[in-house]
Structures are given as structure tokens and as C-alpha cells.
């Protein structure tokens, strides 16, 4: 029985299916309210599954010069990577399907692993704007990557846990993280945009400049992997900042309403802005994201130490 | 011109150039090749306008004339100097003025590989106007040129960085690229992110329309100069039409003048607008383009309602215009102007305070004003560098003298200073709008003109919204002109662009490029339209060139649209 529910949550409920359904859904949020702020019409509900279903049609050209094995495989090793750490989130407001202490910082570097893929998927090919999008992605992974950690690290002190399931049972129980801890709040979400290279972040994939970035090269399978893998990312990324900032996850009706939320903050500053050069988003996380996550952090401590009771 | 200025400038070319003065506002001067450069040289020294244009002639093969006239237009306000140079067809060689002019070569190169004109002393390089396969020692503008003799020559698929120098990294970009709305091409060097080497080829939308004009009628070929351009289309239509009726010395009336200048700025309204949007996504700043890109609808729909169409409006007539502004366009014309009036003064807050957007285009590609001059760069993109040249004002035409225009100009130089002064010539557009609805004159739109044009010869500028457009027409009395030249203002200013962009970010590269408004349309003119084999024939891309007949296009165009249903 444990077996039959261990694989039902993996591949069905809460992990697998669920999560790639959950992630499109977001996606097309995301789209539609971009799409409003910046007066279009914006996609019908179905787009992002018909785009994926799209893409998995159409042939996928393998270019000269690659590795074969990495071109393949890299996609589903990031693809891979964000279904892993699904496990970990209270997806859907209900318990993380797996856990265990310190699962909170394996969940980050799963979630990492979607940033190097991109970055040796680029890399990998012999297309310029292959290599100039995967120097670009590695760039803006070594700037936002150490803020957005310090910024989890902030609750994760707080609740005395590193683990993923009791940082959220213990911001169930308390004030908001987002009143008690502001600034960890606005860099784990300016850190998650960062991660998603969502505009004014897009750099890496400026169209203008290098056409699609490290995944120029990507026409089918490959590409969507690629694409939903990032979907999760968005999902899971708004399901932790949720659980941590916003008061904790404890049904779906919370998840919904918290992680929408989140996302529609995130929308509206995705129509903001110009896109940031490299150099402006490395000097913008180091001068001022990791200043603003240590401060934080450094507060955080000196209370506990303090015997302040958070 | 002053006949001080003229003395001047006779006194400076002395004895190297015959001088003549043709009208109050042309002066010819008439000198051999191997003069020619001395003379430049020594009229420069005065420091008197810009070098325009390049047009050559070519008189047609030896029993009628057997040169090619060569002719190099300075411009100053309403004047222009020429420099005529006479070369034999069959040794036609000229020295390179680069050296003196340094927004020469260019034109040059379009003056050899058109006309086969040799010039001494331009820098080697690749072609810029013809394909790659155009077959050498066949020019196009020769009056001797026939199709048939253009025939492909073999070539192999140009390899990307093949020619790159060890250590050095280069990044294509176009024909085909998301930042180029049209195709060009542009190789840049980089070092990491930053730009150390810079080149441009051009000609991929190359349509032969200068060619195609010697071989239409006056009338006929007003249609054809009128889509050179998808954007700036009436310009074009404005200065041929404004040449022929000068040449036919033919008075417009004024109503006729006010209504062309009316749709004029109609048109700066939509290809600034479009400029924004288009320059605004290239900084990767969506949501600027989509708001500015629904606001010209605004404008799009009033040169519908006005003209009937909403691209190649096709208000001109050789004499007047096609369509009458009455009182219900008028007040809707100025009900739009209203609306868009608001909407700039907030694009205008926008490009001058929003922090992120700011922080790409302030400092960004700077070009001085002693650059901006020294390449020649016209218009819009000039004034940003603090350049007060407008011809609108410069040298008016159509109803500008009437209606004066006030030059916007920036000392800053930088890109946020050709957003400034691009959004602040937009007031400027609608203040001139509501100034001539107010006043338009009363009379006919048109007057009869003549199938023939008397020989003789046109210049005729204007100020398209991207800066000076040159024309050059030429009749020898017939129904045909026997010689069109444009010159559009993006080809002046690639050579400042391909300067300045050394030493930038790599990321800053399509926020220069769309700086100047580049028209590829407008940039490349001439030449033929071949086909690589025939459907169900010797099979697609076979090199069997053929030249279409005006039957064949006919029957493609009606198959191709369904005619054949």
C-alpha cells in the first residue's frame, strides 16, 4: 500500500501530473495578466498546453558539432530537476511528499540544476548566440543564486528548521514572515524573477540581441522540457515563497490564493520595466540584493542570539 | 544663395572648376577627375554645408554620348553646389573624395557598383548593393544594361567568423534576426560583451526602383517612387512630384500644397509613433511598444479616413492632390491630434524619468555633434546631436513656408536625446497640424500636367521623417524622366552607427542601431528580379537565371492571389 501511494504521489498527486498541469496553468496567468498590463488580448487557456503538445511534435534538428548525449539529455535532466524538488514544496497546501532535515537546500539546488542545464545546453552548441545566452545565464546564476538562498535561509533560521515542511508549520503559526521579515521577502521574489529570467531579467534570452539565448538552437522536445521545466520552477518558486513569507500553506484554498497573488506582483513588475544589460543586473544583485538578504540575515541572528522570540 | 557666398566659393575653386549659376539657389561647378579632388579640397576649406548626394549619368553608349557624368551635390539651407565631373564610359575613373568628405564612401561605392564608375582610393571592401552573385563588370544603371546579361555566378555559402582573425569572437546579426524588422547585415566583434569591431552590408531588399523608373512614364512612376517606402511613403511621392512640377515649371495651387503638407505630418505622427514602439522593444520594454503602437492607430485611421488607405496613401498627383480635407476631416483630424497630444506629453514623461529605461538609453551611443557632422548624419538623428538642421524650416517646400516649423534639437547626443527629440517633434507635428486645418486656403486641388517634361534637369529635398530626402530627376523631354536618383536619409547614417557602436555593449547594440529609424526599404533601391528555375521545370534551386516578364509577373500575381479560382 505505502508503495502504490509512494508511486501515486510521485507520478499522479501531489508530484508528476498535477504539478505539469498546475505549472501550465500558472503559465498561462502569467501570459494572460502580462498580456492585459500591457494591452493585448493575451493567450486563450489552453495555449500553454498546446504550445507544449506543439512542440513535442515538431522535429528536433540536433545542429552540427553538438554533443549528441547533452543536447538530448540536458533537457530532461533540468526537466527532471524541477520535478524532483516539486516533491519537496507543500504543493497544493498539503504536506511535501518527501522530506527530510536540510531538504530546503537540496530543494534549491534542484531547483538550480534548470539554470546549469541552460547554461551547458548553450554552451554545448556552436551557435553564437548559443554561447553568448549561456555565458549570460551562468553570469546572472552566480548573481542572483547567493541572495535567493540567504533570503530562504532568513524563515528557515526563524523556525529554528531547515526543513521545508516545518519552516511552513511554524510560519502557520505565526505573524506573516513578509511583516516580520520585509526585506528577505522582496529578495526571494525579485531573486525568484531572476531565477525564471523573467523581464527586466531576460538578458540571457534577449531576443533583441541574440535571438533566444542558449536555447536558440532547441526546435522540439528539447525546447518544451525546457519551457515546462521552467513552469515548475514558477510554481514551485511561488508555492516556497508563499509558504515562507506569506503566513504558510495549509489547504489548497490558501495555496491558490497566496501563490496568484504572488504571481500577479510578479506579472505587473514583469510590464514595468526595461530589460536590465548583464552588467546591470550583476551590480544590481551584488551592490544591493546580497547587501539587503545579509542585512536580513545578520538582523535575524543577532535577535536570536538576543533571545528575541520571532 | 548670395552672390557673396558664390563669389566665395569661385574664388576658392579658382581655376580648377568652371563655375556657372543656373538658378538663385544652384551653382555648378564643372571640373576634370584629375582636378577634382583639388577642388573639393579647396572648397571645403571653406567650411560651406554637406556633402548630399552622388548621382551619376550615364549619357548611353559612344555614337549618341559616351560618358558618364558624375555629379556631387553640397548642400547648404535652399542651395546647392554641384561638382559635375565628365568621364569617358569605357575609362571611368574618378578619385575618391573620402579622404576630404569623410561621409563619401558610401555613396561612392553605390556610384561603382551601379554605374561601373572605378574610384580611386575607396577603401576596398564588400559589396553593399548588389548580391553576392551578381556578375562582375555588369552595372545595372548603365543605360546599355540589359537583364539577360545578369547571370549568377557560382559562389559559396558565406561560413560566419571564417574570415575572423585569431581571437577575436564575431556575432552576426541579420538578414534574418528578431532585432531587424528588415534585413541587413551586421557583423560585430566582441570581447566578452563589449564591441571592438563593427561592419554592415546592405542591399537584401534591393527592388531595381530607380532602374524602373527610367523605363516608366512621369505619371507611372510616381507609384513606384511612392513604395520605396511602407512607412514613409508620401515623402517620397512629396519630392518626386515637387521635382517634375519644378522641372515642368508648373505652379501648384495652394490648397494642393497645404494638403500635402497636412498628410506629411500626418505621416511623421505615424512613423515617430511606430519609431518609439519599435526602438522602446528593442531596450526590451514591451509594454512602451504595445501602448505607443495602439495610440498610432489613432493617426492610422485618420490617414485612412482622409486618403483611403493606410499605407501608400497615394495623395499625389503630378500638379496637386488626389482628396479634399473638408470641415468633418478637419475637426477629426484635430479631435486625433488632441487624444495623441496627451498621450506623447506622457511617452515624453516616460523617456525622460523611468529609471529602468533610462538606465539604457542615458550616456548610451553617444554621438558629438563634430561626429554627427564629420559622417553626415540628417534628421532626427543629427538634432540629437545638436545639429539645428530641419529642412522644413532650412529650405521650405510645399506649405512649410507658410506654416514654419521649428527645428527640436538636443545637445545631449545620447539615445534618450533621440527619444527626446523625436516625442518633442511630435508637439511640433500637431501644433503645425492645428495651425494649417485653421488656415487652409481655399481653391483647386490640382492642375492639369503635361505628358512631356521639358529637358532639363531637378533637385528637390525634403525632410522625411527621417531626416533629408534627395532627389535628383532628369528629362530629356520625353515621357520618361531619364533619370531618378534617390538618396534616403538611413544611408547617411550608417557611418556614424558603425563608429560609434565600438567600445558599447553588446546588449546596447540593437538600442543604436534602431537610434537612427533604419529604413532598409528605403536604403536599397535598384535591381532585378530574377528566379532560381521554374515550378515543375528544371527544379527549385537550379541557378537558370531568368528575368521575368511584366506578362509573367502579371500571371504570378493573379495565380498567387487566387485569380485563377
Not at chain 1, 30 to 47: E, S, T, Y
Not at chain 1, 134 to 162: D, H, K, M
Amino acid at each position: 500500500m505505502d508503495v502504490l501511494l509512494a508511486v501515486v504521489a510521485l507520478l499522479i498527486f501531489p508530484g508528476g501530473l498535477f504539478v505539469i498541469a498546475a505549472s501550465l496553468a500558472y503559465e498561462y496567468v502569467d501570459r494572460k495578466l502580462v498580456a492585459r498590463f500591457q494591452n493585448r488580448l493575451g493567450p486563450r487557456w489552453f495555449q500553454p498546453l498546446a504550445d507544449f503538445i506543439k512542440l513535442l511534435v515538431k522535429e528536433e534538428i540536433v545542429p552540427d558539432g553538438v554533443n549528441r548525449g547533452l543536447f538530448n539529455g540536458l533537457p530532461l535532466a533540468a526537466l527532471a530537476g524541477a520535478l524532483t524538488a516539486a516533491l519537496y514544496v507543500p504543493m497544493a497546501g498539503l504536506a511535501p511528499s518527501w522530506g527530510f532535515r536540510g531538504d530546503l537546500v537540496a530543494a534549491v539546488y534542484l531547483l538550480m540544476m534548470m539554470t546549469l542545464c541552460i547554461g551547458l545546453a548553450g554552451a554545448n552548441t556552436q551557435d553564437r548566440f548559443s554561447l553568448v545566452g549561456a555565458v549570460r545565464a551562468l553570469t546572472q546564476l552566480f548573481s542572483y543564486e547567493a541572495p535567493f538562498l540567504l533570503a530562504l535561509l532568513g524563515p528557515a533560521i526563524a523556525a529554528g528548521s531547515w526543513r521545508i515542511s516545518e519552516v511552513n508549520g511554524y510560519a502557520r503559526e505565526h505573524l506573516w514572515m513578509i511583516v516580520t521579515q520585509p526585506l528577505g521577502f522582496v529578495v526571494a521574489l525579485i531573486g525568484l524573477m531572476g531565477k525564471l529570467e523573467l523581464p527586466p531579467f531576460d538578458a540571457p534570452e534577449a531576443e533583441t540581441e541574440i535571438v533566444s539565448g542558449a536555447l536558440t538552437e532547441y526546435s522540439g522536445r528539447g525546447l518544451a522540457f525546457f519551457r515546462l521545466g521552467r513552469d515548475i520552477e514558477l510554481l514551485i518558486g511561488l508555492t516556497l515563497i508563499s509558504a515562507f513569507y506569506l503566513g504558510g500553506l495549509g489547504n489548497p484554498l490558501a495555496f491558490l490564493a497566496k501563490t496568484l497573488a504572488l504571481l500577479a506582483v510578479t506579472a505587473a513588475l514583469q510590464s514595468l520595466f526595461a530589460r536590465l544589460r548583464i552588467d546591470q543586473t550583476v551590480g544590481l544583485w551584488w551592490k544591493a540584493g546580497a547587501v539587503l538578504a545579509l542585512v536580513q540575515l545578520l538582523v535575524l541572528i543577532a535577535l536570536k542570539f538576543a533571545g528575541v522570540q520571532l | 544663395m548670395s552672390t557673396t557666398e558664390f563669389s566665395r566659393i569661385q574664388e576658392a575653386v579658382g581655376t580648377l572648376a568652371a563655375c556657372s549659376t543656373t538658378s538663385e539657389s544652384r551653382m555648378d561647378l564643372r571640373a576634370d577627375a584629375d582636378h577634382l579632388l583639388q577642388a573639393v579640397t579647396s572648397f571645403r576649406a571653406l567650411n560651406w554645408g554637406y556633402l548630399s548626394a552622388i548621382t551619376g549619368l550615364d549619357g548611353g553608349p559612344a555614337p549618341t554620348d559616351g560618358h558618364i557624368g558624375i555629379l556631387y551635390h553640397f548642400c547648404q539651407g535652399p542651395a546647392v553646389v554641384t561638382f559635375r565631373v565628365e568621364v569617358p564610359r569605357d575609362h571611368a575613373v574618378v578619385p575618391s573624395i573620402s579622404a576630404v568628405v569623410p561621409s563619401a564612401p558610401l555613396f561612392e561605392r553605390e556610384l561603382s557598383e551601379m554605374l561601373g564608375v572605378e574610384v580611386q582610393g575607396l577603401p576596398a571592401g564588400k559589396r553593399q548593393f548588389l548580391s553576392d552573385d551578381w556578375p562582375p563588370g555588369v552595372y545595372p544603371l548603365r543605360k546599355d544594361f540589359s537583364p539577360e546579361s545578369a547571370v549568377p555566378v557560382a559562389r559559396s555559402a558565406p561560413v560566419i567568423g571564417s574570415e575572423e582573425a585569431p581571437g577575436t569572437f564575431i556575432v552576426p546579426i541579420g538578414p534574418q534576426h528578431p532585432a531587424l524588422k528588415e534585413p541587413g547585415h551586421f557583423e560585430f566583434a566582441v570581447d566578452g560583451e563589449i564591441i571592438t569591431g563593427a561592419s554592415v552590408r546592405l542591399g537584401y531588399v534591393h527592388r531595381g526602383i530607380e532602374k524602373g523608373a527610367e523605363d516608366r512614364s512621369w505619371v507611372q512612376a510616381l507609384y513606384l517612387v511612392e513604395r520605396i517606402c511602407g512607412i514613409c511613403s508620401h515623402i517620397h511621392a512629396t519630392a518626386y512630384t515637387l521635382g517634375v512640377e519644378a522641372l515642368a515649371g508648373m505652379t501648384v495651387p495652394p490648397r494642393a500644397q497645404a494638403i500635402r503638407t497636412i498628410i506629411c505630418e500626418l505621416e511623421r505622427v505615424h512613423s515617430h509613433l511606430l519609431w518609439l514602439g519599435v526602438a522602446a522593444h528593442e531596450a526590451g520594454f514591451d509594454t512602451l511598444f504595445m501602448f505607443s503602437w495602439r495610440d498610432r492607430e489613432t493617426v492610422m485611421d485618420l490617414l485612412e479616413s482622409v486618403t483611403g488607405n493606410r499605407v501608400n496613401y497615394s495623395v499625389n498627383l503630378l500638379g496637386g492632390v488626389k482628396c479634399d480635407i473638408d470641415a468633418a476631416a478637419a475637426d477629426a483630424i484635430r479631435r486625433g491630434v488632441d487624444y495623441l497630444q496627451e498621450r506623447t506629453r506622457h511617452y515624453l514623461k516616460i523617456v525622460t524619468t523611468d529609471e529602468s529605461f533610462l538606465r539604457r538609453t542615458r550616456g548610451v551611443g553617444a554621438i558629438s555633434r563634430e561626429m554627427s557632422e564629420r559622417y553626415g548624419t540628417v534628421g532626427p538623428t543629427a538634432r540629437a546631436s545638436g545639429v539645428t538642421t530641419d529642412l522644413r524650416k532650412a529650405a521650405p517646400y510645399a506649405a512649410y513656408g507658410q506654416f514654419p516649423v521649428e527645428p527640436v534639437f538636443s545637445q545631449a547626443c545620447d539615445q534618450e536625446a533621440r527619444f527626446v527629440v523625436r516625442v518633442k517633434e511630435l508637439f511640433e507635428c500637431y501644433r503645425v497640424l492645428r495651425e494649417i486645418l485653421d488656415h487652409l486656403p481655399g481653391g483647386d486641388l490640382a492642375i492639369p500636367a503635361p505628358r512631356k517634361v521639358p529637358e532639363g534637369e531637378a533637385i528637390s529635398r525634403v525632410e522625411a521623417p527621417r531626416g533629408e530626402l534627395f532627389y535628383y530627376l532628369r528629362s530629356t523631354g520625353g515621357v520618361k524622366p531619364d533619370r531618378v536618383k534617390v538618396r534616403t536619409p538611413s544611408l547617411c547614417n550608417w557611418a556614424a552607427v558603425v563608429n560609434v557602436v565600438v567600445g558599447q555593449k553588446l546588449a546596447d547594440i540593437p538600442v543604436i542601431l534602431a537610434g537612427i529609424d533604419p529604413c532598409f526599404s528605403c536604403n536599397d533601391r535598384s535591381f532585378t528580379l530574377r528566379r532560381r528555375g521554374r515550378t515543375g521545370g528544371s527544379g527549385h534551386g537550379s541557378a537558370s537565371a531568368e528575368t521575368w516578364s511584366w506578362e509573367e509577373l502579371r500571371a504570378y500575381g493573379i495565380r498567387y492571389y487566387g485569380g485563377g479560382r
